[in-house]
């Protein structure tokens, strides 16, 4: 059984989508929709506030205007329309968000702390958080019937309210969960770059250890994307993968060893 995420980066997903009905493995699909949302959230009169944690990790500053329009963009439009293609190709998608069931539960982070040219602040009415659990039973029932989840933020937090979490780490988490086979996380690039400027830089192999080394001196996206694909395998699952969306045939280029693997 693979996890498939799907970055929100990727303009084309067809090809994945195709892939993904071909494939005779088990999948859930999990995916991001940051351009709709940037674009939504524009057109509604407030742009997209991004933010960088103590640590260096940007975000999504998420008040409760942005969480509307988040829910629009990922479990409305992005999730349904992955769905709606899915099933056109003979797949029996089943879309749904961490927040339906509680499938995904975890704590939500109402102060933020942030950042700005090296000084500290705290926003508040913030709706982030971290993930604390995962509901396998109720995916692996799906899964069961024949079902492909079709999964995205947000998810529940304690008191049920609907918060964002990084779609890289909720990939990563259900991977663990379920005991993912392969994680395989496709962005618009190669893979994890040395230099972010040249596509030639394509880091091919890591191990475990050597990727969570290796977390401090990315920068960017691409920092959360290591963390994720690295903590998943060191918590078992078989080996993970960040590779190219853009690819003819994205999946199994994948497989047959595209992109950067950590094993």
């Given at each position: ?173 259900i991977a663990v969960a379920l005991g993912a086979t392969r994680l395989m996380v496709f962005a618009d690039t190669p893979g994890l770059l040395r230099d972010p400027a040249d596509e030639t830089t ?62």
């Amino acid at each position: 059984m693979i996890v498939v995420k799907i970055g929100g980066s990727v303009r084309r997903i067809d090809p994945l989508l195709h892939d993904i009905a071909a494939t005779t493995e088990q999948v859930v699909v999990v995916h991001g929709a940051s351009r709709d949302l940037d674009e939504l959230s524009t057109r509604l009169g407030s742009p997209p506030r991004m933010v960088q944690s103590a640590r260096g990790d940007v975000s999504r500053f998420t008040d409760a205007t942005t969480m509307d329009h988040f829910l629009m963009a990922y479990a409305g439009k992005a999730n349904k329309r992955i769905v709606e293609r899915l099933r056109q190709l003979g797949v029996d998608a089943f879309g749904l968000c961490g927040l339906d069931g509680g499938v995904v539960r975890g704590t939500r982070r109402s102060d933020l702390r942030i950042s700005v040219d090296g000084r500290a602040r705290v926003l508040h009415d913030n709706h982030v958080g971290s993930i604390d659990s995962v509901d396998a039973d109720l995916l692996r029932s799906l899964l069961a019937r024949g079902l492909t989840p079709v999964m995205c933020p947000p998810i529940a937090a304690e008191d049920g309210t609907a918060i964002n979490v990084d779609g890289d780490r909720l990939a990563a988490e259900i991977a663990v969960a379920l005991g993912a086979t392969r994680l395989m996380v496709f962005a618009d690039t190669p893979g994890l770059l040395r230099d972010p400027a040249d596509e030639t830089t394509l880091i091919g192999r890591l191990s475990a250890p050597e990727a969570e080394r290796l977390v401090p001196a990315i920068g960017g996206r691409a920092r959360v994307k290591l963390r994720a694909v690295a903590g998943a395998r060191l918590r078992g699952v078989g080996a993970a993968c960040i590779a190219d969306g853009r690819a003819a045939r994205p999946l199994f280029n994948a497989m047959a060893g595209a992109g950067t693997w950590v094993r």
